[in-house]
Every structure is written in structure tokens, then in C-alpha cells.
């Protein structure tokens, strides 16, 4: 109705965090501090991708990162964005990024959190204008405030996530995280600069109608994929895939769905990263009501050894994730 297109945009990110901090009297703040410095850094890369054709930020950097990846401009200039953002707010000691071999140290040895982050998803959609995103997980951390941080404070596992989210640029900017209750959408609004709340609570369907996977790897899928998007198929679902990891995750996340990228022969672990695309998309899933897995066991139950891990991924409406499950059990 008239009304709907007509009423003003409501309550802003700032403000919203700000509400939710004053619900938590002993809470320091610096948790909302550091959603905030997010929000930041994605409005800068958001400002970055909306003109990467402009100013010759497209195209590959020639580089290699740690995973082997052809590195893109964007991915590099999303990553350095980040990292400046979170090194000026203060409260995260420490980074890991797709983009970085090692632990990134802020400088900041008095901040309490440690980030995980995907800079940019989707590198490959990046020069052909398709929705790409940004992904990240907050861990508190387990070294002593004041000392320098380590390793281990991003090999805590999944479960011990305090917050994650992602930033997806499409034909709307969003930003979308958890801090383990239930998941917040906001919308970004260009001309205001601010990000307004438009997803007060994501529930993803129980059930969906939408597969998404690389089908070109049909024939390196186990059988059991094969059973399971057979039975898809027959159904009369839906396939989608974008090829940015977080722009499938949200449309299954709204729609109903399941996303696939299993194990190949050529990738034993999958393509994913556990870190910083896995567990967080997984504390989303579960918050959201959704389900995620590596075939046998939760996303976030699976026990990280190292920060660039790999994992399949199986995750959405929990109906769908769990008769992946059943298939996946009966032939392993
Ligand atoms: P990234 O761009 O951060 O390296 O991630 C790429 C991932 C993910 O975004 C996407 O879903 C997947 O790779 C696509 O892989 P395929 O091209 O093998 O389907
Ligand atoms: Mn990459
Ligand atoms: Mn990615
Ligand atoms: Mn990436």
C-alpha cells in the first residue's frame, strides 16, 4: 500500500546495537563497538565495489594467496579496508584473513576480540557486477587481556563464536549477523550512508524448494549427493547458483534452501574455509533454525586444527540439510 512505500526507514544499525547494549547492563560495549567498526568497513567496501569498474580496481592482483587462489584487486583492497578499520576501533587484538597466511595483529593487545574474516565472497563474480560479500566471526579471546594474542584464540571451535554476520553487496547492501539471539537484517541506505533495520528476525523455512551446488562437479559428487539432488530433481525443485557463497546463503536464508559444496576427489575437504566461511554461516543457520554440516557432524562441532581449514558444507532449512544427513550416513 501507498503507506508502506511512503513510511520512513525506522531505527538505524548505531542505534539498534546501542538498544541491544543497554539490555546487557554489565556488558563493557565493546562487542557493539566492534559491530560497529564491521558495519564501517563494509560501507567502504561497498563504496569500493559500486565503482570497481571506474577506477581500475577490477581484474586479477597477480598474486597467489595462501590457499592458491589468483587473488583479485577487490579481494586485496577489501582486505586491506578490514584490517584498517579493525585496527582503528581498537577492540580486536588480532585477524585472520582468506587473504593473509598468518595471524594479523592489530596492535591493539589490550582488545578483548579476536576476528575472522572472508574479505570479499564471490571473487569470481566480482568484474560481471553479481552480488559478492564480505563474511566475518568474533571469537573473545582466550589468551590474556594485554598479552599478545595467538593461534589458539581462533582455534576455539565454532560453538564458542560471539557473534558473526556477513555483508552482502546485491542489488541491496545488507548486512546481516548473530550475536546468539536469533539474526538482525539491515539494509543499507546509499544516500543516508546508514544502515537501517529491515530483518528484525530471519527465520529460514523448515522446508525449501531450491538447490544450490556447482553442478559442472556432478561427476565427482559421492553417490549420495547424487541420490539426494536426484531426489531434488524430482521434486520439481529449484536450482540456484550464484557462486558467491554469502549471496546463496541469503537467498536460501529468506526463500528456503540448501546449499552443497561437498567433498571432490580433487578437493577432499571441500573448497570452503571452516574459519571464515563455515562456522560463521553455520551460528547463522542454527540461529536462524536452520542446519548446517560437513556430512556427519554440525559445522560448528567440527574441531579446527588449523586457521585455513577446509570443510564440505551442507547448510540451510533444516528438513533439507537433515535428508542430506540421512543419504550422507547410509554410505559412509
Ligand atoms: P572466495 O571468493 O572468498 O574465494 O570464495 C569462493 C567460494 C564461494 O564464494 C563460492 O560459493 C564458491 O567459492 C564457488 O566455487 P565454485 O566456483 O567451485 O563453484
Ligand atoms: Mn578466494
Ligand atoms: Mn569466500
Ligand atoms: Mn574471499
Redesign the pocket.
Known sequence: NENAIASPVGITLDRYIKRKQSEFPFASGELSQLLRDIALAGKIINREVNRAGLIDITGAFGNQNVQG?QQQKL?VVANIRFIRALKNGGEACAIIS?ETDEVILTGNEHGKYVVAI?P?????NIDVNVS?GTIFSIYRRASPIGEAPIMEDFLQGGRKQVAAGYILYGSSTMMVYTTGHGVVGFTYENSLGEFFLSHPDLKIPKQGSIFSC?E??WYQYAECVRLYLDQCKRQGYSGR?I????A?FHRNLLKGGIYL?PALPTQPEG??RLLY?CYPLAFLAEQAGGRAINGSQAILDVIPTSLHQRSPLFIGSDAMVKEMERQYLMEN
Do not use: A, F, P, R
Open positions: 587462489e579481494d582468506e572472508d570479499l565472497d564471490g571473487s569470481s559478492i556447482n559442472g562437479y547458483y557462486g558467491s557463497l554469502v546463496d559444496y573448497k570452503l566461511e
